[in-house]
Structure formats: C-alpha cells, structure tokens
DNA sequence: AAAACGGGGAC
DNA sequence: GTCCCAGTTTT
C-alpha cells in the first residue's frame, strides 16, 4: 500500500529524530514569529499571512499588524479599512476578511483567545488543513503534520513519489507520510523543520544537496535528479485582458475613488479609480464611459491617458489604460461598487489599493503638480 | 477536480 | 519571460 519500502520508512522516521531536528535546532532562522513561547496568536497571523507568500515578504507586515493589532480584542474591534490598509500589496484580500471575521468568533466564542482545540480550529474562517495543523502543532502542541508547498517537495523527493502532486490520491500519499514521520514529542519542531530544510536546502531549483542532513535517504537525488519532483501539470497561458480606469477630477481637483465589493471577486474590499474590462468593439473612452454608467450611474466625457499599467495576476494578465475624465451627468451611485470618495492626492494614502492602481497613482504624483480639471478639459 | 484568488523574488 | 511560494474557498 504506502509507496514507500518499509525499511526506507524506517531509516527516515530515525533520520528525522537524529538529524532532521537537530539540523533545524542548528539552522533555525530567528523569525518575528518564533519567540518562545509562542504566542497562538502571533502564530495564527503568520501562518496565514505566509499562505503562498514568501518569509521576507511577510515579515514587515507582520511586524506592522501585530503592533497595530495586538490581539485578537483589537483586530476585532478594527474598522475593516485599517485592517486591509496593513495588508494592502500582501495580496489574497480574503484572507484578510478571514482573518477579521475569525477574530470577531474568538471574542464572541472564545474569551478573546484561539481555542486549544483542533477541530474548533479548524471550524474558523481561513483555516484549512494546513493552517489548522499548523497552529495546532506549534502553539499547542498537538501531534498534526501540517502539509504545506515545502513539505510536499521534500517528502516527494525524498521517496522519489511518482504521481503528479495535484491529484488527490499524492495528496493522500503525502499526507500519511508526513503523518508517520511526525515526532511525537515534538510535532510543531517537525513540521517546521521540514518547511526550513524546504525554504533553505531543498529548494524548487538548484537544491543545496550537498547541504542536506537527508542526503543520504533520498530517493531522487539518488537517481540523480531531485528537480524532477514532485511532478506538476504544465501551466496554461495566461488570458490578457484590457481595462480601462477613470481618473475623475471634479471641479474642486477632487478625484473620484469607490470601492470594491468587500465579500466577492478580486481585491474585495480594496479602493480604486472605477473602470473595468473593455469589449472587443469598444474604444479604450467608450470602455470607461460604459463602466462608468454601469457602475456609478455617472454621464463621462473621458479625456487624455495618464498611463498605461502592465500588471500579472495569478490567473490573468492585464493593461490597464487610466484616463482623466469629469462627469457630464449624475452624483456617483453604488450601483456596482461598495461606496465611493472624493480625495485630493496626497489623501490617497488612508485607503488600501491594488498594486496596478497604485501604478496609477505613481503616474499621478510624478507629475508636475496635482491634476487640475482645467489642465485637461 | 478545477478555478478563483495577488504579489514578488529567483533565475 | 517562467516558476512558485508556510493554501483556502467556491464552483
């Protein structure tokens, strides 16, 4: 049944007490989040800001939102724009939102604290298998393994696990693994062990072999590849798509932002200048004249392009056209977005955008002085 | 099972 | 340019 011979599960499961551990006490980087003790909550915000994110992205906003948010009292308590304006460019805005709604659970359930309960863990928003083992494990103590991108590598290497890694049956596979070669005595050290020698040795490209405390127990670098696994499905092409954006100058030099809908799509809850996807037999003006109207209820004349963003997302790319416009007809209405503002430029900054509208703001203030209406109109 | 969901660093 | 990261949720 396990792909695995049982004597290599053996030497392994030995290999992790006398060398995978001691290797991580050695090598262990000293993370905002690893002071002793741990504290769940700091514990739960890294886990899930390190969700498909990398450490040395994660760490100053880390820092940034424990000081702001200490516990899990004061995310609660916290206007959803605050908590999304210390996780703006962090990417994933849902996880935000979780993490906010969650907070709001512990106050209301549990005292103000995370439940030192797996399968009550497990019931909060945002966490899924990963993060609940994860906190499970490491603040309490619990004997999970928690399977993460890292984890999956080593383990596959290490066996040589034939099997593209998304299927559900691998999943299986390396699930059980990892669960047979946790330490029982130290589950949290196990699983950050593994995700150490991932982060540091065993890398996607180019791993440090020659580095490894497991060298000699694994399977694909003794068939002299270890880049070959875990196997993946090839990618497919990214669709590209056109959007336009209105920079919309009143009379005042206000511009005109609204914001997105918090609880569906793509950077839910985030600001930006209105606009969206142009059709195929539109001009780039007719686009954000359409959007406009669909979106706000607002007549446009669209005027001169400030700037064209390149931006990729994980799904799609895009190239958003940003034009300055002012409003023929109409007060802006919520027919398609949350709520809506007039800020000058230098207000910009108490609202959480995306990272191609803040293209557009760089645009904006690397010119000569402030957009006026009647520079352009 | 597949798609949606960001952004950045390494190569 | 490509890959992929301390994944979760929805369809």
């Known amino acids: ?10 030497a392994l499961r030995l290999a992790v ?4 551990l001691p290797w991580f006490a050695r090598h262990a980087r000293d993370l905002p989040w690893r002071q002793e003790p741990r504290d769940p909550y700091a514990v739960w915000i890294s886990e899930i800001m390190l969700q498909q994110t990398r450490v040395d992205t994660v760490i100053p906003y880390f820092q940034r939102f424990m000081k702001r948010f200490p516990t899990p009292a004061h995310l609660a308590a916290a206007p959803m724009r605050d908590v999304l304006k210390h996780w703006e460019g962090l990417g994933y805005y849902a996880r935000a939102h979780r993490l906010h ?14 439940p030192d309960d797996p399968a009550l863990l497990a019931k909060l928003p945002g966490l899924g298998p990963y993060a609940t083992a994860a906190i499970a494990s490491l603040a309490f103590g619990h004997p999970r393994a928690a399977l993460d991108g890292n984890i999956m590598r080593v383990l596959a290497r290490l066996t040589a696990l034939p099997g593209d890694i998304t299927r559900s049956a691998t999943r299986r596979k390396l699930q059980h ?5 946790l330490a029982p005595k130290h589950p ?11 982060a540091l040795v065993c890398t996607p490209r180019n791993p440090r072999c020659s580095a ?11 068939a002299g590849r270890p880049e070959a696994f875990p196997q993946k499905p090839k990618k497919k092409k990214l669709p590209h798509k056109v959007v336009g954006a209105a920079v919309i100058l009143n009379r005042s030099n206000q511009i005109l932002i609204a914001q997105r809908h918090p609880d569906k799509g793509m950077l839910n809850g ?12 539109e001009t780039m003006a007719g686009c954000i004249a359409r959007e406009l109207r669909e979106e706000m209820g607002l007549t446009l004349e669209v005027g001169p392009r400030l700037v064209i963003v390149h931006h990729a997302y994980s799904h799609f790319t895009i190239e958003l056209h940003a034009h300055f416009a002012r409003i023929l007809k109409g007060r802006p209405l919520h027919l398609d977005c949350a709520d809506h503002a007039w800020v000058t430029p230098d207000q910009f900054d108490a609202y959480p955008f995306s990272k191609a509208d803040h293209g557009i703001i760089n ?6 002085r402030p957009p006026r209406q009647r520079d352009y109109f």
């Open 101 to 114: 709604q969650a907070a709001q659970v512990l106050v209301r359930d549990y005292q103000g604290r995370l």
């Open 177 to 181: 693994l990892a669960d047979t070669l």
């Open 212 to 222: 490894c405390p497991l060298a000699r127990l694994c399977k694909a670098r003794a």
């Open 363 to 368: 645009a904006m203030r690397a010119l000569p």
């Open 1 to 10: 049944m396990s792909p695995t011979q049982p004597d290599h599960l053996a």
């Open 188 to 198: 949290g050290a196990t699983n950050e062990a593994w995700m150490e020698l991932g």
């Open 17 to 20: 007490r006398r060398r995978l």
């Open 270 to 281: 985030l600001w930006e200048f209105p606009g969206g996807k142009r059709r195929d037999t």
